[in-house]
């Protein structure tokens, strides 16, 4: 009697663990990876074949953070964050972020404490992105921090120029921040 | 029972058409309201409107579009009618700011992710300037290191955030710290002042949907005048004066507008100049060319009522003095623009003085401005250097066109840069002035008051303290070299 209740229940906790993935459902980290993926990828090609293409190497046109009065490309740091609020205006539940350490904007600066530990965690380990769940504001969301590198020249020669910039040291391929996706949980 | 019953059918009676009265005021829009019906609309109104929509409130529908829907609708009207301008302000304080989770600490206190949590309406006794209902000082409810990360911004007082000339909560293009510093050598006066000049021929030559065949860019004759007996020799005589007949537009380009609901119309403005003869075209003939210019028109003061399908603003409705013998004109396109003339150089100036009665339009003749609008209508002084009312309250801006280019526009929003008035400097005082003499001009009301004759007495340290600032980082980085080399 009592090894079949146990079989019955270990049978039980094997199907609930694999039926998501069995039945096709996405769980709350593959679902930030899967966004970081496209963001990193699409923020880099930006970075690389736009800004540091048109800025470092021809030299025609420069990138700023006031890119409508000087004529100039949107920095990658603002690419990133129009599609973000772009995407907060679908109302789609999940919410992503660039942050820091050392910020430029102060705005920037990580708040909550599993960004605090997420972003210093990619800094020591690059490789490895970070996960933790969150209440905030009453809700509860599962929180993926992934490393920012200085994926080209164009990062860490303007950062570290910058007039605010807490930093004046980053090196190509350094962690210079913390992509934050948010996925709220129910 | 029996010997009361008269008294209950009389009191049924009543009941019923007082309900009914009321009820009617709900479901009839404000377009369709008749006079005996407005002070029950009123009624429901639980305190007057704020300055910015008092000539809308009888379209209660302009806002509350649908009965018994939530907070979303209330807001996607805001939106509807004051989006597009908030997106190409920059706005500083967007939605997104609010709805993000990682400020849900400072959401709790205080979300403004709503128009309405800070603009609420009909509440005038809690209402300031820009129809701001909260208490002044609501910067710091979230700003609260300020004084630690500026500290020059210590002893300042909470509520002087947005009325000291230096922040604005929406708009700060012509604020911001590096704008100061990228403008902070420009003099009082430029050495080139000039304003930008009208460019309308080129941008109605780019509209894709232009009814070229039947208006072809070339100047007509009085011979080709195709009113018929409407026409009379005083209307021809002005007509030909006018770029409209240079430009091949004929009679029938606005006395014969396009019939609404054509199915040639959704093709293109081919039917223009086929429908039957009005005498006085509203401005809907005009938008068929000159949409941009209309829209403005619409959104402001002067015709946001026509937007909503009241009755046009006449003077003796306003609450800015006005002349008296004004008092019942309406408002339109040709009010200002007289037909057949189109005298915009009138429009400029004598169109707006033919209304507006206070100290700063009155001021207007006695200022340096006008000064330089009689050299320039006189031919002593180059196009672009006279300053008419129209020069800084319908400036000239570069606007996108539906094509995806872009064009110079003349802003009939006149209330676009009117508040927080540092929204002029971009588009109209900077053509001539310095950033810093600007933007001390604008804040010193008295000198706006009597049109700028005279220098501001009043002086704004954003600047200064910008400087400041870029130097004492400036110090740092060189002393911190200096330490790594020495």
Redesign the interface.
Known sequence: MRTGKWKVVLAGAAFATAAPAALGQVSHKEMADALHAVMESDRTVYTRTVVNRLQNEEKVIKASEHFKDEKALPLPAQMFRFGAEMVAEKKPGFSYSLLSLWPINKQNAPKTAAEKTGLQAVVDKPTEAFYQEEMLGGKKYFTAVYADRAVSPACINCHNNHKDTPKTDFKLGSTMGGVVIRVPMK | MGKHARHWVIWGAASALGAAYLGAALLVPGAKTPVWLRPAKVFFAPGEMSAGHRQIELACEACHTSPFAGRETLQEACVGCHGAELKEA?DTH???KF???????R??KLDAAECIACHVEHRPEITHDEGVTLPLGFCFVCHQ?IAK?RPSHAGMAYATCASAGCHNFHDNRAL?E??LLRFAAQPRQLEKPVLRPRALREAIEEIADYPRERYPFSSLAPADQDGGTHATPESTRDWLETAHARSGVNCSACHRPAVAGKEANKAAKKAIGEGPWIDRPGERACAACHADETKGFLAAKHGMRLAQGLAPMRPTDAHLPMRSDAHDKTLSCASCHSAHRFDTARAAVEACQGCHDDPHTRSYKDSPHYRLWLKERSGDALAGTGVSCASCHMPRVRARTPEGGSRTLVQHNQNDTLRPNEKMIRPACQSCHGLAFSIDALADSALVTRNFRGSPAVHIRSMDMARER?AE?ERKRAAKSRGKSG
Request: proline share 10%; charged share 35%.
């Open positions: 920059n967007p939605r997104s709805t993000d989770p990682r400020n849900a600490d959401v709790a290191d990360e911001y590096d704008y870029a980082i």
